[in-house]
C-alpha cells in the first residue's frame, strides 16, 4: 500500500518549496493525504484489518499536527495547502 515512486514523485514537485526540498510541512501533509486516501479505499474493502486501521488514525493525527503547525506559521500557505489537497477541516 506504499506510494508508487511516480506517484511520489509527481506530488514532490508539486509541493516543493525548492528543488531539493524532501522534508518541508506542506509536502509531508501531501504525502501523509495520498496514503491517508489509499488506505481509507482499502478499509472500505476489508472492514476487518484493524492494523491497518491503527496504522491510519496514526497518519491523520500526525497529518493533524503538521497542519496545526502550519496554521501557527502561515496561515495564507495554510489555506492554500488545503484548498489544493481538497482536506477538510
Known sequence: MALTQTKKQELMTQFQSHETDTGSA?????LLT???????????????DHASRRGLLKMIGRRR???????????????????????RR
Open 26 to 30: 506542506d509536502l509531508q501533509v501531501a
Open 34 to 48: 495520498e496514503r491517508i486516501n489509499q488506505l481509507t479505499s482499502h478499509l472500505q474493502t476489508n472492514p476487518k
Open 65 to 87: 499536527n503538521l497542519l496545526s503547525y502550519i496554521q501557527n506559521k502561515d496561515q495564507d500557505r495554510y489555506q492554500n495547502l488545503i484548498r489544493t489537497l481538497g482536506i
